[in-house]
């Protein structure tokens, strides 16, 4: 199985910004593609950001633009950091990273980190 652990959340000001960061470790040679996900309060957690195998980048347009994300990879685990700029309210959130496509009955989530941007 995999393990992820996010971390870089807090509390910052509308226009800031903040780099969120994922450690994924165990199993992970047979994901090729990572997201980041996110769950804002009363909604269901969805896909914000894609980084594929082929190191091409996939965003939700509510983040487009303002959110970068990136990957690397060791021999036993890999690190994705999601960075952040001109935040915005709404993008107060539980963030979390997990391989592509994963939904609720995915096993393995982390613990997310919550970022609140008010």
């Known amino acids: 199985h995999v393990q992820l652990v996010e971390s870089g959340g807090g509390s910052v000001q509308a226009g800031g910004s903040r780099t969120l960061s994922c450690v994924a470790s165990?199993?992970?040679?047979?994901?090729?593609?990572w997201s980041w996900y996110r769950q804002r309060h009363g909604e269901a957690r969805a896909t914000i950001a894609m980084?594929?195998?082929?190191?091409?980048?996939?965003?939700a347009d509510s983040v487009k633009g303002r959110f970068t994300v990136s990957k690397a990879s060791s021999e036993k685990s890999v690190t994705s950091t999601l960075q952040m700029n001109n935040l915005k309210p709404e993008d107060t959130a539980t963030y979390y990273c997990?391989?592509?496509?994963?939904?609720?009955?995915?096993?393995?989530w982390g613990r997310g980190t919550q970022v609140t941007v008010s």
């Open positions: 997990a391989p592509c496509g994963k939904g609720k009955d995915f096993g393995y």
């Open positions: 165990g199993i992970t040679r047979i994901y090729t593609c």
């Open positions: 980084y594929d195998n082929d190191g091409s980048t996939t965003y």
